[in-house]
């Protein structure tokens, strides 16, 4: 695959390359290309008797919480089973290019930091994180990385703080995102020279309104997604279409080409 494949505006490529401050929003586009399913795609085997929304929800977690933390149980394995794309390395190696650099992403796999990207703000939640889920319990915000998994069909683990059920560290439907994440995200727009949008449709608020806030700040937009459908225009806004593992790698050679000879 060839730059000239995703062919890039020069604009585009002058302005990243100029850039002293990037931010970038990535979904769940950027995801796809490990091979994770959307919250859009159909479950299978055993959860296709389910819809993603009845799943993750408080009120699903207090009804049944095996039900709840066995399905969790399996997106886990299915992202430990998933590696970072060329998208993801792509985002890595930006991030050490320029000096200002923040990555929002509304994923909860943990893909951008094991591809090496530090500067990483979660809007979502990590799927490979728990937390107690008595929301009263000292340790309930404090999130742990390792846990007694129970066997399947059994009750989330125990929080050792207060024996509360354990659950997943991740926003939930009809949970408020993160304040503190959110204002970080607000604070890097605000203040970037080039505002990327990867792999997201730019619907769903509060992030949807990230890019266009930094289009107004006057930073240059640059939206990839196979199809400009529902997406903003404007001059400063550029829209590169295709999947982020192709395009991602082709504008950082059209921002920093290698040296001939």
Excluded: K
């Excluded at 069909?153 to 959110?182: I, K, M, N, Q, Y």
């Excluded at 997604?225 to 295709?242: C, D, K, V, W």
């Amino acid at each position: 695959m060839t730059a000239t494949e995703f062919p890039i505006p020069e604009a585009a490529a002058a302005a990243l390359r100029e850039a002293a401050a990037v931010t970038v929003l990535t979904g769940a586009g950027v995801s796809a290309e490990s091979g994770i399913p959307t919250f859009r795609d159909a479950l299978t085997g055993l959860w296709a008797h389910y819809r993603p929304e009845e799943l993750a929800t408080p009120e699903a977690f207090a009804r049944d919480p095996a039900l709840v933390w066995g399905w969790y149980r399996m997106r886990r394995e299915l992202v430990a089973r998933a590696a970072p794309n060329a998208g993801h390395d792509a985002l890595a190696e930006l991030e050490r290019r320029v000096p200002d650099f923040t990555l929002v992403t509304q994923n909860v796999d943990g893909l951008h930091r094991r591809a090496g990207s530090a500067r990483v703000v979660e809007l979502h939640g990590n799927i490979l994180r728990a937390r107690c889920s008595h929301p009263g319990c000292a340790a309930a915000g404090t999130p742990l990385e390792r846990w007694d998994e129970p066997a399947a069909g059994d009750a989330p683990p125990r929080c050792a703080a207060c024996g509360a059920g354990l659950r997943p560290d991740v926003v939930w439907f009809g949970e408020a995102l993160p304040a503190d994440a959110l204002a970080a995200a607000a604070r890097a727009t605000r203040r970037c020279d080039v505002f990327l949008s990867i792999g997201t449709s730019n619907v769903v608020e509060p992030a949807a309104s990230l890019p266009w806030l930094a289009a107004r700040g006057g930073a240059t937009v640059l939206v990839v997604n196979p199809s400009a459908a529902g997406q903003q225009t404007g001059p400063r806004i550029h829209h590169l279409l295709g999947p982020a593992g192709r395009v991602l790698p082709a504008l950082l050679r059209a921002a920093w080409p290698a040296p001939v000879g």
